[in-house]
């Protein structure tokens, strides 16, 4: 218990000096941080489905962009405040989640990867074809930013703030979550399912309920994120490479932590801010390169399935165990 | 207090049950026997609904279990134990216990989320009774291992710790002795018959005759998927001949 606040301390501390340190020391736009923050989010709820219950799931982007487009939709077309967007868009993330998870649950191992895969693909096809709901390929415009009263909450920092509280918060929550009841439960239908079901686990409900549970932190941060985006939502988001990026930061970061998963998205979000570094180094534009990114993924992801396949922070925790 | 009526199963065409019919009353202990393939596992899957039946129905307590899913008859209070256990090996020892506390499975997800402070008491309180099965079955020592650690006859014993954490009336054990030594054997038929005195039928499935003799009240025998004989142990000791010449095998059915 004292090891994970002492864990926890460290982290938040880490992430209330980062924006400091990159504004003011290394000079650098805060955006990318502020992108890790929303990853954090998507990251840590999908390792409660594939690290804990051991469901892969590739279609987990697919509830981040029903969150920011329910969001954005109710804000632009109803002209709804952030205190309504929100609910309602975490909502539809509950409702989508369920709808989803109940066919798609009873499916195992690789056909339940390959439907959730699919449904990444179709609700990314929806978003660009329902051109007079979300605005085709051109997305959603002139969103509002988050404000209460006459404060409106419109600066990089202010974003970082918000979308990091809520962050942390999700680490925080899920990292208590997966030693609790529900949490053990979960391990042990991923250890066994047919002893889980004889010992008294619903296994269906409980799968479908962490599904649904991770869908609705989803749509969650794809709210913020219509809120924090300066203004503008487009399809290109939320393809199924945004779905691809989170499972790959749940792998690097090991399949059994929360801080683990918040690690890798850390990392994997700041990848391509890195490699732009290097390019400039050597005076060439390395993001010119088409796919770089996507090509250092893949093989940061087979090193790692190679050298750990447990993940970063895999190892550690055994030891120390 | 359990009644199987007329089960039958199929696989394909092959006949794993043929109209099974029989009984088991509160506080016995039955012992089912027969050789491989007779269809003895296939009885307890349909008993616990991991395999439906092709035909017939399961009562117990006069309520027709068939149907079922395998959790639900769990709650009921018909419990079984596995072959080649099936730890959790993602959990701890203790763990693997507490996770079949009904008291577990009833914490929901909203409880999780918002009263933080009445879990700690609830979690407290989960463990202590996961740690007096694991005392019941002699593996309190090792609670804090990881579960993929113990040895295989310390395994068996977690298997029956965490089906006794299921609050069971009704205990269904398959081969409990399968694969241990002497030493081991006798641990185990301490601990059955422990269970047993804390007033839990038993239904067991055992290739050790001389395990059952001295435990069960009376024995089943099943082959090919058919009951062909039922009795006391003394009586079954007797029709010992004629089982041997049945299944031609004698040196495997030695007392």
């Known amino acids: 218990m004292r090891r994970d ?15 400091f340190i990159f504004r003011y020391v290394i000079f650098y736009p805060l955006e990318p941080l502020l ?42 077309k109803l002209n709804l405040p952030f205190f309504l967007t929100i609910p309602i868009g975490t909502l539809s993330g509950i409702i989508a989640g369920f709808l989803i998870g109940y066919p798609v649950l009873k499916l195992k191992s690789y056909y339940l990867a390959l439907a959730t895969l699919i449904i990444g693909i179709a609700t990314y096809e929806f978003f660009k074809a329902a051109d007079s709901l979300t605005g085709g390929e051109m997305g959603l415009y002139n969103l509002p930013n988050i404000q209460i009263g006459k404060i409106e909450f419109y600066s990089p920092f202010s974003h970082y703030f918000i979308v990091w509280s809520f962050a942390l918060l999700t680490v925080f929550f899920c990292d208590f979550f997966s030693t609790s009841p529900v949490g053990k439960r979960l391990k042990a239908l991923h250890s066994d399912e047919e002893a889980a079901e004889c010992v008294g686990i619903d296994v269906f409900g409980l799968k479908l309920k962490v599904f649904v549970f991770a869908s609705a932190i989803a749509a969650f941060a794809g709210t913020l994120f219509a809120h924090c985006s300066y203004g503008t939502i487009y399809p290109g988001e939320f393809d199924v490479g945004l779905s691809i990026k989170i499972i790959t930061m749940v792998v690097l970061g090991g399949m059994y932590s ?37 090509i250092i993924f ?24 | 207090m359990l009644e199987v009526k007329g089960v039958s199963r199929y696989f394909g065409g092959l006949v794993a049950l043929e109209d099974v019919f029989l009984e088991v009353r509160e506080g016995e202990i039955v012992g089912l ?18 395999i439906p039946p092709s035909k017939g129905e399961v009562y117990f307590k006069g309520e027709k279990i068939t149907g079922l899913a395998p959790h639900e008859v769990t709650r009921k209070g018909v419990v079984r134990t596995f072959q080649n256990v099936r730890v959790f090996e993602h959990l701890t020892v203790l763990e693997n216990v507490e996770v079949a506390v009904p008291e577990n499975n009833r914490t929901g997800f909203l ?29 309190a020592h090792l609670a804090r291992k990881n579960s993929s650690s113990l040895t295989f006859g310390q395994q068996r014993l977690l298997g029956i710790a965490r089906a006794l954490a299921c609050e069971p009336e009704f205990l269904l054990f398959d081969e409990p002795s399968a694969g241990l030594n002497r030493q081991e054997i006798s641990e185990l038929l301490k601990v059955i018959e422990n269970i047993h005195q804390r007033g839990t039928t038993i239904f067991i499935i055992e290739h050790n005759i001389g395990m059952l003799m001295s435990l069960a009240q009376r024995i089943i025998v099943l082959d090919r998927g058919k009951k062909i004989l039922e009795g006391t142990p003394e009586r079954i000791r007797e029709e010992k001949k004629i089982l041997d010449i049945y299944f031609g095998r004698r040196e495997k059915c030695s007392v």
């Open chain 1, 5 to 19: 606040l002492k864990k926890g301390v460290i982290f938040a501390l880490i992430v209330v000096t980062a924006p």
């Open chain 1, 35 to 76: 992108r890790a923050g929303f990853f954090v989010m998507l990251a840590v709820s999908l390792s409660l489905v594939v690290g804990l219950a051991g469901q892969i799931s590739l279609g987990h982007g697919a509830f981040f962009g029903i969150g920011a487009y329910t969001a954005g939709i109710m804000a632009t």
């Open chain 1, 258 to 294: 929360v801080y683990g998963a918040a690690m890798g998205a850390v990392i994997v979000s700041l990848v391509p801010e890195v490699i732009r570094r290097i390019g400039d180094f050597f005076y060439m534009d390395l993001t010119q390169v088409t796919h770089i990114n996507d």
């Open chain 1, 298 to 321: 893949g093989i940061i992801l087979i090193l790692f399935m190679i050298f750990s396949p447990e993940g970063i922070l895999a190892k550690k925790e055994e030891k120390s165990a």
């Open chain 2, 33 to 50: 026997m027969g050789p491989n393939g007779a269809g003895k596992t296939t009885l307890f899957n349909v008993i616990t609904n991991l």
């Open chain 2, 111 to 139: 409880q999780v989320m918002f009263p933080f402070f009445k879990l700690n008491s609830l979690n407290g309180f989960i463990e202590e009774k996961a740690y007096t099965y694991l005392k019941i079955v002699g593996l």
